[in-house]
């Protein structure tokens, strides 16, 4: 007999202005979210400490979601403060009800659609976006992954040419995806017209001679998070970093490989196509970004513990 789930242990999750079990969450069919995909998502991470979590690089991410409700014409619904109090709700309440245990690191999925309407493609007047917000336990890459690497595949980019846009529409991002999974590796990446995009939900860096390059922003990527926060380490590091397109060839023979996104932090890339990258393992470039990153988000947590002692509320999510 099949042992049925533990109930006790779903996701508590906010939709549409109730706070309720995952099970019992529902939207209407003809959401446009569900129609079309008609909508915009964020995930940014909440790193535990003794203070409370924090949503680390909560602002780069609520400035993102920003850019990309503006680009499909959905008028945001909170400010960035509404945004952060709507978080530590569901934060609360997946402590008091769920599996997230104090001290555990997390992930905030936010998902906002155009709403609900009569099904055509154009944009309907007046109707009220739809809002959902799920917080889960983060779970990291583990230590083998970050000492020996992983394995990759490469693949044609074929998605849309608005990939700065962070769409709830991720079918091409889906089959990629799967390609990985199919062929035993842990990411995609994908090249357009011979030149480097990114992986199926990860930016990709690629290191020759001790220089850092990465693709230039464009609507070709989705411009991460880390990617900003990679410039900055890579300066505090003393690594070059060039930002220029860069061929297939060059991904190829390249020193390292380097992937990057909210629940990967970074990770090297040993293997691509079957073929080791470099010397095959981790190399210098990945180690000092790695350690700077855990640096930045140490220091974002001591932030995160005196704005606590201010307030003296440990359980707020601060930015």
């Given at each position: 007999m099949t042992a049925l789930p533990d109930v006790s242990?779903?996701?508590?999750?906010?939709l549409n202005g109730e706070v309720v079990p995952l099970s019992e969450a529902r939207v209407p069919v003809l959401d446009r979210g569900f129609i079309f995909g008609d909508g915009i998502y964020e995930v940014a991470p909440l790193y535990a400490h003794a203070g409370g979590r924090t949503a680390f690089r909560f602002e780069q991410h609520l400035a993102r979601l920003s850019r990309s409700l503006e680009k499909i014409g959905i008028a945001n619904p909170?400010?960035?403060?509404?945004?952060?109090?709507?978080?530590?709700?569901?934060v609360a309440a997946n402590e008091a009800e769920a599996d997230l245990a104090a001290g555990q690191d997390a992930i905030a999925y936010i998902q906002v659609t155009r709403g609900v309407a009569k099904r055509g493609h154009a944009f309907p007047a007046g109707i009220q976006p739809t809002v959902f917000v799920m917080v889960t336990p983060l779970h990291l890459p583990n230590a083998a992954q970050r000492a020996e690497g992983v394995r990759c595949v490469s693949a044609e980019d074929r998605r849309w040419l608005n990939c700065d846009i962070k769409s709830v529409?991720?079918?091409?991002n889906v089959l990629m995806a799967q390609y990985a999974a199919e062929n035993g590796a842990f990411e995609t990446i994908q090249f357009r017209e011979g030149v480097l995009t990114e992986g199926s939900s990860s930016n990709v860096w690629?290191?020759?001679?001790?220089?850092?390059?990465?693709?230039?922003?464009?609507?070709?990527?989705?411009?991460g998070i880390r990617y900003g926060?990679?410039?900055?380490?890579?300066?505090?590091?003393?690594?070059?970093l060039e930002v220029r397109e860069i061929a297939e060839a060059e991904v190829r023979a390249a020193d390292e490989i380097i992937i990057s996104s909210?629940?990967?932090?970074?990770?090297?890339v040993t293997q691509l196509d079957g073929q080791p990258v470099g010397a095959g393992k981790p190399g210098a470039v990945f180690a000092a970004l790695y350690a700077a990153y855990q640096r930045a988000k140490a220091t974002e947590a001591q932030g995160a513990q005196q704005q606590g002692a201010k307030n003296e509320s440990g359980e707020r999510i601060t930015d």
């Open positions: 242990l779903e996701p508590i999750v906010y909170f400010n960035n403060a509404g945004w952060r109090a709507l978080i530590e709700r569901v529409s991720l079918l091409g690629v290191v020759k001679g001790g220089v850092l390059i990465a693709p230039p922003r464009s609507h070709k990527i989705l411009e926060l990679i410039e900055e380490l890579s300066a505090e590091c003393g690594i070059r909210a629940t990967k932090e970074v990770l090297p």
